[in-house]
């Protein structure tokens, strides 16, 4: 069975400092990774995925996420927020199975962004 | 752009009452999926179908029901409402993956609702 982790269910930050939301998961076999963000009384918006090949990938609104087989981890990273960037941020999992996709959602992590 | 609309944003109903809430994607998805959103839970799967008139549990399937008459539509039906359903509900839709790539949910607005 897959898992998600997220470590911090909150991340308090200022403006056009740098940030990381950490995520981790367990899973048995090859998984797709994904961030989606949630901004206040919307539903979710894909920020990022990976499925292979290169292990950096850019997302929408200047966000990255790395991926490291080793470690099982996806965390993701913005060098400068804005004011904006505040909202709700959920890692997902997923593998193929008989051409649906099962995700697997962590908790959610808040980011708070203050001037 | 994929849009996926939810009949209601907001939704009050007494216990023991019949809900509906309904799900409509214009992209031609053969996927869609309903989840909760409860906080410090995240998202969790309550029904998913791959095709017309094809239903599979989830996670948290117990007091769900779901409906998918036509491809473009997934309606989820709370057969009698209980204090502990009052949650938000999010509706996904997503492709048959033919090709690596196209595997991304695509969510609704949301349904947050109260049930009293």
């Known amino acids: 069975a897959q898992s998600v982790t997220q470590l911090d269910s909150q991340v308090p930050v200022f403006e056009e400092a740098p940030v990381e939301l950490r995520c981790n998961y367990s899973?048995?076999?090859?998984?797709?990774l994904f961030w989606y963000v949630q901004y206040p009384n919307q539903g979710l918006q894909l920020l990022l995925k990976?499925?292979?090949?290169?292990?950096l990938v850019k997302g929408i609104n200047g966000f990255e996420a790395e991926f490291n087989k080793s470690q099982t981890s996806f965390h993701l990273r913005k060098p400068s927020v804005h004011i904006s960037d505040t909202a709700e941020y959920f890692c997902?999992?997923?593998?193929?199975?008989?051409?649906?996709?099962?995700?697997?959602f962590g908790t959610g992590t808040r980011l708070l962004v203050s001037p | 752009d994929v849009k996926v609309t939810q009949s209601s944003r907001y939704l009050v109903k007494r216990t023991g009452e019949k809900v509906f809430l309904e799900c409509v994607q214009d992209?031609?998805?053969?996927?869609m999926f309903w989840y909760r959103q409860d906080p410090g839970l995240g998202l969790r799967l309550i029904y998913f179908?791959?095709?017309?008139?094809?239903?599979e549990k989830g996670d948290i399937p117990e007091g769900y029901s779901v409906s998918r008459e036509k491809k473009e539509r997934f309606s989820l039906i709370l057969e009698s409402a209980s204090t502990n359903q009052t949650s938000m509900y999010l509706c996904?839709?997503?492709?048959?993956?033919?090709?690596?790539?196209?595997?991304?949910?695509?969510f609704g607005p949301g349904t947050r609702l109260l049930v009293l």
């Open positions: 899973s048995s076999v090859s998984v797709y």
């Open positions: 997902a999992v997923s593998h193929m199975n008989t051409g649906f996709q099962k995700l697997v």
């Open positions: 992209m031609d998805h053969e996927n």
């Open positions: 179908s791959y095709d017309v008139k094809m239903k």
């Open positions: 990976y499925l292979s090949g290169s292990t």
């Open positions: 996904a839709s997503s492709l048959y993956p033919k090709v690596r790539g196209q595997e991304t949910q695509y």
